[in-house]
């Protein structure tokens, strides 16, 4: 049970919401929308995140910061942003004084995301940041503490736990619908060929268990509503004059309180897609479980879980604009973030002992 609820505390239900301290976020005149800046103008930013923005209710696409110059025309031109909302790197910090952006959202390769957000944090503006949180764990300590001193929101983006069929799965680890959970599977991958130049490096923040595993591994804290206690690992891979580097394969299994594993498996090289739960009374699923739509199941007692139906992303971000008007926790806050780095760091160090096992703190 406490590992339960140490999670529950983890994933921000009972956190208690951080004051807004700058005039222009503590608005005597109420705003129905929240203006949102993106950080890095690549393929998650122009197909995902920026159209999901015109599909949101409580925030929207105001400004952009980017190191391309050929890119602002063209998203100018598309979203009527202003010049002065546009920013490059280095003029990002000039945000502080820009009262149309309330929330900066960090977009960049995962070794970049520690220095962009806490610049974000210091000028004054919430933070969303997307999965994985960071590097290291250091680095994910430096940006809760850099939003808790600036008393500003910070939102990990974890689209999938905003999805209504894997609020279930969430839900379903409480009630225990077919008893005592015993076991789970939870794999993601994909055939990246060529591979993104960025994924293929340490230093940026490269590797499939960055990129692809933290799915498995946050589904599978959020499946049994519990942490893990140990964990063991092994990397892999087919193409090794690609993945010099970082891996291309990597499989790892949890173990939890209660004699419940997870099995989880994710990948560069192969196509995978699931999240299966085997509990004592019968069993349940998502195939796939990460896709960003379609995200469906069924449970052994013929149970169908449909298609959600709605854009993850604008849900996501919703949700998250919501927390910051109403002030109130937001769904995933920075520590669900940081557990997982925690973790996956330790899962890099049992790859590198041929599969030690490893306990968890």
Request: aromatic share 10%; proline share 5%.
């Amino acid at each position: 049970m406490s590992n339960r609820r140490h999670f529950i505390k983890q994933s921000g239900l009972f956190l208690v919401a951080a004051s807004l301290p700058f005039p222009n976020f503590l608005i005597q005149r109420k705003k129905e929308k929240l203006g949102v800046a993106l950080v890095g103008l690549g393929n998650y930013s122009t197909s995902q995140l920026a159209p999901a923005l015109q599909e949101t209710s409580f925030c929207e696409l105001r400004g952009i910061v980017t190191g391309s110059p050929e890119k602002i025309p063209v998203w100018q031109k598309k979203y009527g942003i202003k010049d002065s909302n546009v920013y490059n790197y280095e003029t990002m910090p000039d945000i502080t004084n820009n009262e149309e952006i309330d929330v900066i959202y960090i977009v960049l390769p995962t070794g970049m995301h520690a220095e962009y957000a806490i610049k974000a944090a210091e000028a004054g503006k919430h933070v969303w940041c997307e999965k994985p949180m960071a590097r290291t764990a250091q680095e994910c300590r430096n940006i809760i503490k850099a939003c808790e001193e600036n008393k500003v929101k910070l939102s990990i983006g974890y689209r999938m736990q905003h999805e209504a069929n894997t609020q279930k799965i969430i839900k379903w680890a409480e009630t225990k619908p077919f008893g005592a959970i015993k076991s789970l599977e939870a794999e993601a991958g994909y055939y990246g060929s060529p591979m993104n130049p960025w994924k293929l490096k340490k230093e940026m923040g490269g590797g499939a268990m960055y990129d692809m595993g933290v799915y498995p591994l946050n589904a599978a804290r959020y499946s049994t509503g519990m942490e893990p206690i140990a964990v063991s690992a092994t990397h892999s891979t087919n193409r090794p004059e690609i993945f010099t580097e970082v891996d291309e394969t990597t499989s790892f299994k949890l173990e939890f309180a209660d004699g419940i594993t997870a099995n989880c498996k994710t990948s560069f090289g192969e196509s995978l897609n699931n999240l299966e739960i085997n509990c004592e009374n019968g069993w349940y699923y998502l195939r796939p479980f990460q896709s960003y739509s379609g995200v469906k199941g069924k449970a052994s007692d013929g149970t169908i879980l449909p298609p959600f139906g709605k854009n993850q992303q604008a849900v996501q971000m919703d949700n998250d604009a919501r927390a910051i008007l109403n002030d109130q926790p937001v769904l995933v806050p920075g520590e669900d973030g940081l557990r997982d780095i925690v973790i996956l760091e330790k899962i890099y160090e049992s790859a590198a002992k041929d599969g030690e096992r490893i306990v968890l703190g």
